[in-house]
T-cell receptor
Framework: DAGVIQSPRHEVTEMGQEVTLRCKPISGHNSLFWYRQTMMRGLELLIYFNNNVPIDDSGMPEDRFSAKMPNASFSTLKIQPSEPRDSAVYFC??????????????FGEGSRLTVL | GNSVTQMEGPVTLSEEAFLTINCTYTATGYPSLFWYVQYPGEGLQLLLK?????DKGSNKGFEATYRKETTSFHLEKGSVQVSDSAVYFCALSETGSQGNLIFGKGTKLSVKP
């Protein structure tokens, strides 16, 4: 079975440009998560969706960041305009099930973003 | 709020040494606890988990016991290998959450031959 698929794997862009990161969760999973990883701050949850509905976006840094999940098999994270401090590895993860035992998160390989 | 604290790294060990990576947590209710591992250039993957007090999670020679009295979930391995070199993350899942995890900052382990 295919795992979580993210694209692009690497993105280098200039400050002010729009960046769009894409994620395809594992088929049948009903929760999707966007995380950001930096050396300074570690792993931060940006937003997560359940059944395509955003549940908690309190981790989204500011209005420059937006995320969508138009259907169960696709999500995007957009940064507009990008800034050098947005440089990080962005991970998408998916999971199935709800309730007290939430099960395992399956992570993609990440999108490494460098903003010059 | 809920949080996870794990020991600062990096940790450098010789092959076949004993490993302990400490993890403590703060949470309301009864969280589930996890250890994830991240190999270089890859995403995180689940190493082991425990869902209630006194449960022991184990996988690939690694173990961790859910200790409610000390709010801890320390990771141990009796004999590490070079291939265990990675970053290890402790995490908790909040009671009643819809799947999101709270991660510690990660501990980098380097094992030398």
């Amino acid at each position: 079975d295919a795992g979580v698929i993210q694209s692009p794997r690497h993105e280098v862009t200039e400050m002010g440009q729009e960046v769009t990161l894409r994620c395809k969760p594992i088929s049948g999973h009903n929760s999707l998560f966007w995380y950001r990883q930096t050396m300074m701050r570690g792993l931060e949850l940006l937003i997560y969706f359940n059944n395509n509905v955003p549940i908690d976006d309190s981790g989204m840094p500011e209005d420059r960041f937006s995320a969508k999940m138009p259907n169960a098999s696709f999500s995007t994270l957009k940064i507009q305009p990008s800034e050098p401090r947005d440089s990080a590895v962005y991970f998408c993860a998916s999971s199935s099930g709800q309730g007290r035992y939430t099960g395992e998160l399956f992570f993609g390989e990440g999108s490494r973003l460098t903003v010059l | 709020g809920n949080s996870v604290t794990q020991m600062e790294g990096p940790v450098t060990l010789s092959e076949e040494a004993f490993l302990t990576i400490n993890c403590t947590y703060t949470a309301t209710g009864y969280p589930s606890l996890f250890w994830y591992v991240q190999y270089p250039g890859e995403g995180l993957q689940l190493l082991l988990k425990a869902t209630k007090a006194d449960d022991k999670g184990s996988n690939k020679g690694f173990e961790a016991t859910y200790r409610k009295e000390t709010t801890s979930f320390h990771l141990e391995k009796g004999s590490v290998q070079v291939s265990d070199s990675a970053v290890y993350f402790c995490a908790l899942s909040e009671t009643g959450s819809q799947g999101n995890l709270i991660f510690g900052k990660g501990t980098k382990l380097s094992v030398k031959p």
